[in-house]
């Protein structure tokens, strides 16, 4: 069986972050809203109606295109995209052809290093959405809702240098992750703000033609996109391996049977006959406009992950963990700033820990935790310097979140300063290794394993109060004389 190789190449849709739609002063939060509440003559394609860009879409746009290593085109042009659909209510979508606002980017993938270019992006308008059921009702034919139509995105077309599954799934963590922190886009995928399109082909590998694609279209979710992609592959081989031929075509996935079906026949450029708007003018990327955004633009991920770890000595799991949401790195680096020298791997630790458990478990971000990060980084100087023990902080750090105190006041309040008297630990010591002979004995024997039941009866005596580092200490002296 000759081996193949998979060649996949994205176009993700990401709607952005804008109050309003992009040519029209309706607004974008129609999501779950009763339909057709957010529309107007312009969104609708009323007679005479004519559109108006939105200038902060063109801004969140081209900062997401510098975010992403692309080229700005001094000049680009709006297209009429023709077609017929129910939730097209213009029968064309405005949207960019041959001359698209940026060019030529790339990203590079946090797993592996690769990078994966990124052919160009282009603004356009979203389409509206059929209704095929209300609730438990199903609808004999479709309803239609508006609210969507000429909300604005930016299509992102990757080159096809992506080579497994695996792959896509890390190149859309990493563009989702770089968007957000440029606030170009939420991408919250259970509202639509991201949905990605897969063109998928085999060819024997060492092979340089490209085969024939299918494209797999619509999925919403990085899951999604990795089985469809890795079903596709073997459904093609299978196909050609069994002397068939691949079909250009548009399939759907189908998640819960686990297979792409066929949908219909692959459109080419040429058949949706774009034409320059003449409703609209060209785009022109103002110099000032793109100096601006290149001086406002953030540390992006990447950098900002190598910074940690060279700097803060942060593990690299630790900083992708951190670093995997702006809001709650700028937490960090806040927390860490407050901390002693030498703190950050337990501010990282209280983090990553304690602080996302609990927001997870409230479905919060980083930005409505109810503790301040100065607090967060006094409690991990507190943990640092001994006063607390381990057990004492995550107990200090459930009463900061009920209560948003000061862990100092807490420490003090809760009785929970941790024990570093020399007279009380050998007294909890001496009653541990009487109360432990045989532990006492092993360890004596060189069984270093058996101090754990030792430190375990000595932070009982205390109430966790001891600190386990001298405990240990004092132990191992006990022990020996």
Avoid at 11 to 30: I, S
Avoid at 374 to 393: D, F, M, N, Q
Wanted: proline share 5%; hydrophobic share 40%; glycine share 8%.
């Amino acid at each position: 069986m000759t081996k193949y190789e998979m060649v996949v190449g994205l176009e993700v849709h990401c709607q952005l972050a804008t109050r309003t739609k992009l040519f029209c002063g309706c607004g974008t939060d129609g999501y779950g809203e009763t339909p057709n509440s957010r529309i107007c003559p312009v969104c609708t394609a009323q007679p005479g109606s004519l559109p108006v860009l939105n200038a902060k879409a063109v801004e969140l746009a081209f900062r997401a295109a510098l975010a992403l290593e692309c080229r700005l085109n001094p000049v680009s042009v709006f297209a009429r995209k023709n077609y017929f659909y129910p939730d097209l209510p213009k029968a064309y979508q405005i949207s960019q052809y041959d001359k698209p606002f940026s060019e030529h980017g790339r990203l590079r993938l946090s797993e592996g290093g690769k990078t994966v270019g990124i052919t160009r992006i282009h603004l356009e308008e979203d389409a509206g959405k059929l209704l095929h059921d209300l609730g438990a009702l199903k609808i004999d034919g479709s309803l239609v809702d508006l609210n969507r139509a000429g909300v604005p995105l930016i299509e992102i077309v990757s080159e096809p240098d992506i080579r497994t599954g695996d792959e896509a799934h890390a190149y859309l963590a990493a563009l989702k992750e770089v968007l957000q922190y440029v606030g170009a886009s939420r991408c919250d995928m259970e509202k639509g703000e991201m949905r990605c399109d897969a063109n998928v082909s085999v060819r024997p590998e060492g092979a340089q033609r490209f085969g024939t694609r299918a494209e797999i279209k619509n999925l919403n979710s990085f899951k999604n996109v990795k089985d469809a992609i890795d079903h596709e592959f073997h459904r093609q081989v299978a196909v050609v391996e069994s002397g068939g031929r691949v079909v250009q075509e548009t399939r759907l996935w189908d998640a819960a049977k686990g297979e792409t079906r066929s949908m219909r026949s692959k459109e080419d450029a040429h058949d949706y006959r774009y034409f320059p708007d003449p409703d609209l003018p060209p785009l022109v990327a103002d110099e000032s406009l793109v100096a601006r955004l290149k001086a406002e633009m953030p540390e992006l991920p990447a950098a900002r992950r190598a910074r940690l770890t060279a700097q803060l000595g942060l593990t690299a799991y630790d900083a992708e963990v951190l670093t995997g949401d702006r809001a709650l790195a700028d937490f960090f680096e806040t927390a860490a700033a407050a901390a002693p020298k030498g703190a950050a791997k337990t501010v990282a630790n209280l983090l990553s820990t304690e602080m996302l458990a609990r927001l997870n478990a409230e479905s919060l971000p980083p930005s409505q935790a109810p503790i301040a990060p100065e607090h967060l980084g006094r409690l991990a100087g507190l943990v640092v310097a001994g006063t607390l023990s381990s057990k004492g902080a995550k107990d200090v750090f459930a009463r900061m979140w009920q209560t948003r105190k000061d862990p100092v006041e807490l420490v003090s309040e809760l009785g929970l300063a941790q024990v570093s008297d020399d007279g009380a630990l050998r007294e909890w010591v001496r009653q541990a290794v009487a109360s432990n002979p045989k532990a006492a004995a092993d360890l004596k024997g060189g069984k270093d394993a058996a101090i754990g039941s030792l430190v375990g009866a000595v932070m009982k005596l205390s109430g966790g109060k001891a600190n386990p580092a001298a405990v240990r200490g004092l132990i191992k002296e006990a022990v020996q004389s």
